[in-house]
């Protein structure tokens, strides 16, 4: 298991500080799991942690570290969409897959310090896992993140530092500190272990209903989680345990949508664009760091991309609301992109969308 760049192909230890390679290229972890079999799973252990003969763990510190993640129930919402139920997680976001594998990743090689950037969700788990890591830990977020998720971040003592300007701003003056200071950037775009927790979102689908749904609905912001899930389908693919790639759909903001541009242009690298406020503030990336690795996987997988229409949001809040599902703008964006599909291509059967946040998060 190493690092291996993804512009020049140079080799690091995953013990490296370094957030990236020198010449700037992000790392790719070199892994090669086991072929995915039910068999593998730990059924004995309640968290994502039960795949972890397919998961780059070099050690047991994770025993240490889990809060019980995953694991999250997959209910039926209509005949034609099912929802996987991931805001029942420790700090309400699916962002837990990633960031217990991560700190655990941290806590494994005595990472005794760590800062991330984030919209809101990925910095509520990076500060609650390392406080059960005992790790010192600051975030940096963008003006308007709401004050619940700006509230639970503190709560788990970690520093919250407010940036002015929008999310894209906020990551770069977080990089400039851990560029001047040295501090361990556990980050969930750049660190590739982050990954191998959100790749548990598709080992836990199989494993609950024995088959892939025909269409995956995936939020695509800094593609943490679109990421992971094209990974794990890969595998199985690979294993034989699925004969074909579903139909992967990526939603954006219509306010912010640098891939669904470049797709339009037939372009390798996500499109300059104007990002504009929008209510699904979760996928507002307007220079999302692994663009040209996100793009590769479009074309070689045929994913069709999806606007969420920013008029119609909330209206997917409260249709999902009335049967009891209360989620995040951004997550209602999904279900709204969802919508869109359909008037575009006509009814769309067997799907399957992450319900990514809760809605008392978002409530501003």
Same mark, same amino acid.
């Given at each position: 298991m190493k690092f291996i760049c993804s512009c020049c192909g140079a080799e690091a230890n995953v013990n490296t500080r370094e957030e990236k390679c020198k010449c700037g290229g992000l790392w790719k972890l070199d892994f090669q799991p086991p072929r995915f079999a039910l068999e593998l799973i730990d059924k004995d252990t309640w968290?994502?942690?039960?795949?972890?003969?397919?998961? =780059?763990? =070099?050690?047991?510190?994770? &025993?240490? #570290?889990?809060?019980? +993640?995953?694991?999250?129930?997959?209910? &039926?919402?209509?005949?034609?969409?099912?929802? &996987?139920?991931?805001?029942?997680?420790?700090?309400?976001s699916f962002k837990d897959r990633g960031a217990a594998v991560l700190i655990a990743h941290c806590k494994s090689i005595g990472v005794d310090s760590v800062v991330q950037d984030s919209s809101g969700n990925a910095g509520n788990s990076v500060a609650a896992y390392c406080a059960k890591a005992g790790i010192a830990c600051e975030i940096f977020v963008p003006e308007g993140t709401s004050d619940k998720k700006i509230n639970m971040i503190k709560s788990h003592n970690a520093k919250v530092n407010i940036v002015e300007g929008n999310r894209d701003h906020c990551a770069d003056v977080c990089r400039e500190k851990v560029k001047k200071e040295r501090v361990y950037y556990a980050n969930h775009v750049y660190n590739p272990f982050f990954y191998e927790g959100t790749k548990t979102y598709i080992y836990e689908t199989y494993e609950q209903l024995k088959r892939i749904p025909k269409n995956i609905f995936i939020p695509l912001g800094n593609g943490t989680l679109f990421i992971g899930i094209v990974k794990a389908l890969e595998e199985l693919l690979e294993s034989g345990a699925i004969d074909e790639m579903p139909q992967l759909i990526a939603v954006q903001s219509e306010k912010?949508?640098?891939? #669904?541009? =470049?797709? +339009? /242009?037939?372009?390798?690298?996500?499109?300059?664009? /104007?990002?504009?406020?929008?209510? =699904? +503030?979760?996928?507002?990336i307007g220079v999302p760091m692994r663009g040209k690795e996100i793009l590769e996987y479009i074309y070689k997988y045929n994913i069709k991309m999806i606007s969420a229409p920013e008029n119609r949001i909330l209206e997917a809040r409260k249709v999902l609301a009335a049967k009891g599902i209360y989620c995040e703008h951004t997550t209602a964006a999904i279900f709204a992109a969802y919508w869109h599909y359909c008037d575009l291509f006509g009814k769309t059967s067997d799907c399957l969308i992450s319900m990514c946040g809760a809605g008392l998060k978002s409530d501003h």
């Open positions: 968290s994502l942690f039960r795949y972890r003969k397919f998961m =780059a763990l =070099a050690d047991d510190s994770w &025993k240490d #570290i889990t809060l019980g +993640e995953g694991m999250t129930p997959i209910i &039926k919402f209509d005949e034609d969409v099912l929802l &996987k139920m991931d805001y029942y997680m420790p700090t309400l912010c949508n640098p891939f #669904i541009v =470049a797709v +339009e /242009n037939n372009k390798k690298e996500p499109a300059i664009v /104007n990002v504009l406020p929008t209510m =699904a +503030e979760g996928i507002s």
